[in-house]
């Protein structure tokens, strides 16, 4: 069945690092791609999304590019800060008649340091 | 901006004991969702509810589990009876309209924790 994979965490990075996430999919279609934020204490928040091969996503100085030939959507900063601490999850959804039933990875938690 | 309220913040029970977890939509939404995520798991889709009916439920949303909208704003999820293995994070979501998430984004609450003990 369709599945999402996503880099163990935590990950540890001092402020101004450079950030990857790995998120690799399973898809038996054409799967949306979006990446989901937790902040300690809250609810999930959409931090953005893709649609199709080769679009990039881009939200708050994150950055994520749908790669069908490698069936990855990793998601990058190049400047992490102390309030990007958080929980990241990578999702996919299809079109199955159903609604937005989304597929979660099991999220990387990601721990800035100043 | 409109958000996603769940009550309670963490709910703890009895093994046995029924259980209802309340959220509120946002108000112009149609489309309501419950999720849960087992401490260190992923998080899992439950339900799809819309027009007072259930749209699609996974192979977890087994006869122990029902949802409700029993007024204009509230949308519930019961568990009758509740297992240990119940225990964890439900997420409630809503969404304006169907499609494929990138048309409807979900929101979704600070989710309800529960116990079972």
Redesign the interface.
Same mark, same amino acid.
């Given at each position: 069945g369709d599945s999402v994979t996503q880099m163990e965490g935590p990950v540890t990075l001092s402020e101004e690092a450079f950030l990857t996430i790995n998120c690799t999919y399973t898809a038996t279609g054409y799967p949306?791609l979006?990446w989901?934020v937790q902040y300690p204490?809250?609810?999930?928040?959409?931090l953005l999304?893709a649609?199709k091969a080769d679009d990039k996503g881009s939200n708050k100085g994150f950055e994520a590019t749908y790669r069908k030939e490698t069936t990855s959507f990793h998601l990058e900063k190049g400047s992490v800060q102390v309030s990007d601490s958080a929980v990241y999850?990578c999702?996919l959804?299809m079109?199955?008649g159903?609604?937005?039933?989304?597929?979660?990875?099991?999220?990387t938690r990601l721990a800035v340091h100043p | 901006e409109p +958000?996603?309220t769940?009550t309670p913040s963490h709910q703890v029970t009895q093994m046995g004991q029924e259980v209802i977890l309340r959220c509120v939509p946002i108000s112009n939404h149609l489309?309501f969702?419950w999720?849960r995520q087992i401490l260190g798991?992923?998080? +899992? #889709?439950l339900v $799809?509810f819309?027009n007072n009916e259930i $749209? +699609?439920k996974s192979e977890i949303f087994d006869d122990q589990f029902s949802v409700e909208r029993p007024d204009g704003s509230n949308f519930t999820l019961k568990i009758r009876s509740t297992k240990l293995e119940d225990s964890a994070m439900y #997420?409630c979501?809503s $969404?304006a309209d169907?499609?494929?998430?990138?048309n $409807?984004?979900?929101h #979704?609450?600070?989710?309800t924790r529960l116990t079972v003990t």
């Open positions: 949306s979006f989901y204490g809250e609810g999930l928040q959409l999304k649609t999850f999702a959804s079109f199955s159903g609604y937005n039933k989304l597929i979660f990875g099991a999220g | +958000e996603v769940q489309y969702y999720y798991q992923k998080v +899992e #889709f $799809s819309y $749209s +699609e #997420f979501a $969404s169907r499609g494929r998430g990138y $409807s984004p979900l #979704f609450g600070n989710g």
